[in-house]
Every structure is written in C-alpha cells, then in structure tokens.
C-alpha cells in the first residue's frame, strides 16, 4: 500500500495530525494505522462481570481509535503549564496558542463549554496558601471536563469526520517495525493481529504516535535503527481514594487540585495527577500482562469517592538508562503480590507496618471502587525512596486538604506512567530519521490529551 501520509497510531496526537491537514486543505492521502478497533467496537466486559477479563489480544481500554482517551474521565488541560516539556520545545506562548486553538475544535465537536478551575477565587486563595505552609505549589489549570461516556461519543464524531473526509484506517493492524533505506524511512510494516502476514505501507512521511501504550515499543525501535533520543522520565506512585466529603472544598473550588512538591530526604519532584471527584478507580492491561491502576469519572454516574494519581519521578542516565524497564519489573512484582490483579491497602496499615486483611476492608467507611482489587501489603513492592516520597508528600497534602492523610484512606498500586525515552525533535517534529516524525505521550514530549492533540495540530501545519 502507498500513501502521502502514514501515521501509526490513532490517538490524540495522530488523530488532530489528520484533522490540521484536512482543516488545512492539504490533499493528501492519509493512512492511519492502529493495532485497536474503531470506537464503535471498544468495550469493556467488566462492566458486565465485575472484574478484568484480561482481554485478548489487546485490552480495549488501552487500545483502538482515539486510544487511552475513550475511556479516560476525559479531562482537557487548558494551559501549557500541564501536560509534558511540549513547551520546552516550541515556547510557551506557541504551545499555548495551538492549545487555545486545539479547544476549539473539541467544542466544534461536541466538547462541553463549562470550564472548571475558574471563579471561586477566595476559596482557591486559601487552598493555595494551606499549599505554600505545606511547602507545595498549586498549579492553575482550568479544565474541560468531557467524563467518560461524553469522550466516547465526541471521538465517534472525529473518528466519522475523518473517514468521511478520505482518512484511511487500518484498524487492526500492529505495526512491528519501520522501512528504513539508507537512514531515510519509507514508511512501516504491519501485521493483521492475531495472524502471521506481513504487509508494507509505504509513504514518503511516517508519523509515529503510538501512545503511552507504545512507549516501550518505541525505545526498542529508537535502538534498533540509531534514533537520536535521550533517557526520558518515569512516574511511579500510588492511586489514593477516599470520601468526597474529604476533598469536597478542592472539588468544588477547582474540580483537578495539581499539586507539586519535592519532599525531603531525597527531594525528587511528587506531584497529583488525574484527580477524578465522585470517579472510579479502573484496571488496565499492557500487552506484556501488567495490569496497572487508573481512574476516571463519568458526566452523569458517580461515586462517593474521589481518586487521584500521587506520582514520583525518577530518572536514570548511568550505567542504567532504562526507566520504561524499571518500572515494569515494579509493576510485575506488585502484580505477582496480587495474583495479577491490583493491590489496595489502607494508608493507616502502611503507618503501621502491616498488611491490609480483606475483612478489615469491608469494614471501612472508604469502600473501594475497584471491586476486584485485593487488600495487602504495597510496601513489599514498592521501592523505598519511591514509597518515601509518597508518604512524605501525603503527610503534606493533609495540611492542605484535612482527612487526606486519614487511617482509612485507600492507595492502589501499581500507578505507572510510562513516558518514552524522549526523542530529539526539531520544531517541525523531525526525528535525525529523514521522514519520521514522532509525536504525543510515546515521544516523551506530552503527558495528556491536550498536550498530544496540539502537537499534532502542529504536525498537521508543518508538513507541506
């Protein structure tokens, strides 16, 4: 097969990539290649069965056109201060100009116009100065909060427009490697999943924008064929659930409370992320069987929890410089603790120095919303100067929102972000690969929706 343009992976980023270029009326043929479904196919049976099926051959939560956002709480950032070094890149004022652009095209399709994070300035007055004694800094981030089930149906309307426009999609198609010739790329085979046959899609322009999903896919690759990148950074922590009550004020206040600090002894950066008021703690799989922990919250049903990430960065450079490796061994131990699934223990039991028993956790005021998560013992698998920085960083969270640090409050493990080794880029996204261009969370420029839809937005204009 040839096109103009080939783009591997249906995300964010690749998705706005084709938009920009329709938008922009540059005729190109477009072929976007993704190892999923189209969104009409992507379920999940655990609503049905109440635990993880472990799908075959890929979980539909991770995989399939618009990836991880489909069944994300779909919360678009709105300023350049949140989502990954992107604006290290280009600039700010740049990056924020693509995110106020990118915004419009989301309320072009359905996106919701309410804004959350704005007004209410006494309140977030006080949150922010609880957070400086504290010694944590509040991020102002207004948000556009989709929820679940309104993401899915705003996608549908992308994923329709573009094949109405001419974007060719190949659902169902893995890509195993790219063509190369002569350091110059010639586009990337594929294979139907589940079969052994091989095919090429040729194209004088490969967009590789696989995803957080396909982070470590694309280091092997950058090794493979000598693409300048650099160790990139990985996020280990915890996903922490309790009480609305508890965060009622930073619920209403701010909806997302982004909370940055560097807690002594060791004083790496610890920050929340993805906080979801009234959500639901969720599983996903990876393709190696590592099952990590998520959240996410609906427009309509709630919970009467509120969960949010509490992630600690690390980075290695020598004689280890294989961040994306590290954390997965962390995740298959906690997995291996839980017998695949996800552990959960009470805050309380880790101040003690003991495991959490299961009945001990029925019996609690904060009932977990991941039914199938087994009560135990984090601390066994979660390395030390890792679960230091996260009790350090709650114990100062509890200055800021009262009751955080509360015996009864829920940590889920493992919470990993896995952020690609990051590639080197120019401003027009070009890799030292002629005719590779690499975007969105699995360049490690981006962590997010937004952040990812703007590079691609950007994709789309710098390509002639």
């Known amino acids: 097969m040839n096109c103009d343009v080939l783009i591997v992976g249906a995300g964010p980023a690749g998705i706005f990539t084709a938009l920009e270029l329709i938008r922009l009326k540059k005729q190109k043929h477009i072929v976007i290649m993704e190892k999923g479904s189209p969104i009409e196919k992507r379920s999940c049976p655990k609503i049905h069965t109440k635990k993880c099926m472990n799908c075959k051959p890929y979980c539909h939560i991770t995989t ?45 399709f359905g996106a919701v116009k309410e804004v959350e994070g704005l007004g209410n300035d006494d309140k977030i007055k006080d949150i922010r100065r609880r957070a400086i004694k504290a010694g944590l800094k509040l991020v102002d981030c207004p948000i556009r909060h989709l929820g679940t089930e309104k993401a899915q149906e705003l996608y549908r309307s992308i994923q329709n427009y573009l094949i109405e426009k001419g974007v060719e999609f190949l659902f169902g198609a893995e890509c195993t490697n790219l063509i190369l010739e002569n350091s110059v790329c010639k586009g990337a085979r594929a294979h139907d999943v589940g079969k052994a046959e091989h095919f090429d899609v040729l194209a004088p322009v490969t967009i590789v924008a696989a995803g957080r999903r396909g982070a470590d896919w694309l280091d092997h690759i950058c090794r493979e064929h000598d693409i300048i990148h650099e160790s ?27 909370l940055i600090g560097y807690p002594k002894p060791f004083k790496d950066k610890v920050r929340t992320f993805c906080q979801n008021p009234g959500g639901f703690v969720s599983q996903e799989n990876y393709d190696n069987n590592l099952a990590v922990v998520n959240g996410h919250s609906y427009k309509e049903m709630k919970s009467r929890n509120t969960n949010l990430a509490i992630l600690s960065s690390h980075n290695f450079s020598d004689p280890f410089n294989q961040p994306i490796a590290y954390a997965q061994k962390i995740g298959e131990l906690t997995n291996m603790l839980a017998n695949g699934h996800i552990l959960v223990q009470r805050y309380g039991d880790i101040l003690d120095g003991k495991r959490t028993w299961q009945d001990e956790l029925e019996r609690s005021s904060v009932q977990p919303t991941l039914s199938d998560a087994v009560a135990g013992d984090i601390t066994s698998a979660m390395p030390y100067r890792a679960m230091t920085n996260i009790i350090n960083f709650i114990e100062a969270l509890d200055m800021v929102v009262p009751g955080f640090a509360s015996a009864e409050t829920l940590l889920y493990s493992p919470e990993l972000k896995f952020y690609s080794n990051r590639i080197k880029l120019n401003r027009n996204l070009e890799t030292n690969i002629l005719g590779l261009h690499c975007l969105g969370d699995s360049s490690g420029w981006t962590r997010g929706l937004m952040m990812a839809s703007a590079m691609g937005v950007l994709m789309g204009r710098a390509l002639e």
């Open 64 to 108: 399939g056109f618009s990836g991880a956002g489909a069944f994300s709480d779909g919360k678009l950032s709105l300023s350049c201060e949140v989502g990954g070094d992107f604006p290290d890149l280009i600039g700010r004022p740049a990056a924020q100009e693509l995110i106020d652009y990118t915004d419009r095209i989301y309320l072009e």
């Open 232 to 258: 990139g950074t990985v996020d280990i922590g915890v996903r922490v659930e309790m009480r609305n009550e508890i965060m009622e004020e930073v619920n209403n206040a701010l909806y997302e409370s982004k």
